[in-house]
């Protein structure tokens, strides 16, 4: 355990040193007693060459995820319609007309054409990565495309264009990051309805069970990377263990929102 952040103040993670070669700095939480007996803290040893250790034994206190997901599978559906669904991501299918020698504009300029048919855009942007699977997507069905857009104020961004044939729904995930716990829900963004709801023990606990723990470590060198990659992994790995609950792909996700104790948002953020 590391509930200090690896301070040497907690006491927690105690080894007995049977032999070899080790440098221990002291501790006011190890006893006098404890340490003439070869007991020393883990996060306070340097080890120096091969050595033998042993660790007490504690009973431990198993830290389960307790996410009530046999509910919102009874709920979801009732809760879907209660709430008005207007998130920034938006599916739009669209028939663009073959081009012709009179009508002979690029596929990107003939979908906001399309598009300022059906919306209201001032500010159209499509991501190099549509650019580049563009023609092919168009020309597939027969101008039968599916697009999705990405809306922030005044702008609009095309983040991906499929043929209609792929019958692609569209996902986002709700994802609440706890101290302990991190939870997460698989929403359809067309419906509103709760997919899937999953959660795990926040792999950040490795550098300290609190918060001030947390702060702590990521003072020291790498501690904000290392903890950037923990939280990163639990959120990938809940989105993975979602995506397989509810048969869909990973790829379908085009939307993610987050909350959290605002100590832990630089660490998602930053990658």
């Known amino acids: 355990k590391t509930t200090c952040g690896g301070k040497g103040t907690c006491g927690d993670c105690v080894a007995q040193i049977i032999s070899g070669s080790y440098r221990s700095k002291q501790s006011a939480a190890l006893s006098d007693k404890l340490a003439s007996r070869g007991f020393s803290l883990a996060c306070q ?3 120096t060459g091969d050595i033998t250790a042993q660790l007490p034994q504690f009973r431990e206190l198993a830290i389960k995820s307790i996410v009530d997901s046999k509910f919102f599978e009874e709920q979801k559906d009732s809760i879907s319609g209660l709430f008005e669904i207007d998130p920034p991501v938006k599916k739009i299918e669209l028939d663009l007309p073959p081009p012709t020698l009179e009508d002979n504009y690029s596929d990107s300029k003939r979908i906001e054409r399309e598009l300022q048919k059906k919306l209201s855009i001032k500010k159209l942007n499509c991501e190099y990565s549509v650019l580049k699977k563009l023609a092919n997507a168009v020309r597939k069905d027969q101008g039968k495309i599916i697009v999705i857009l990405f809306i922030s104020g005044n702008e609009t961004t095309v983040i991906d264009v499929v043929p ?4 692609k729904k569209v996902y986002g995930v709700a994802c609440d990051i706890g101290t302990t716990t991190v939870a997460l829900h698989l929403v359809n963004l067309g419906s509103g309805k709760i997919e899937s709801t999953v959660s795990s023990l ?15 470590y990521a003072q020291k060198p790498e501690g904000l990377r290392k903890l950037q990659e923990l939280i990163i992994l639990t959120v990938n790995n809940l989105i993975e263990k979602a995506s397989r609950s509810a048969q869909i792909s990973p790829s379908d996700i085009y939307y993610a929102s987050l909350s959290g104790n605002t100590t ?3 660490s998602p953020s930053e990658s």
């Open 202 to 216: 926040n792999q950040q606990i490795k550098g300290g069970e609190d918060i001030i723990s947390r702060i702590n």
């Open 164 to 167: 209609q044939s792929g019958k």
């Open 45 to 47: 040893t340097e080890v």
């Open 264 to 266: 832990m948002f630089p």
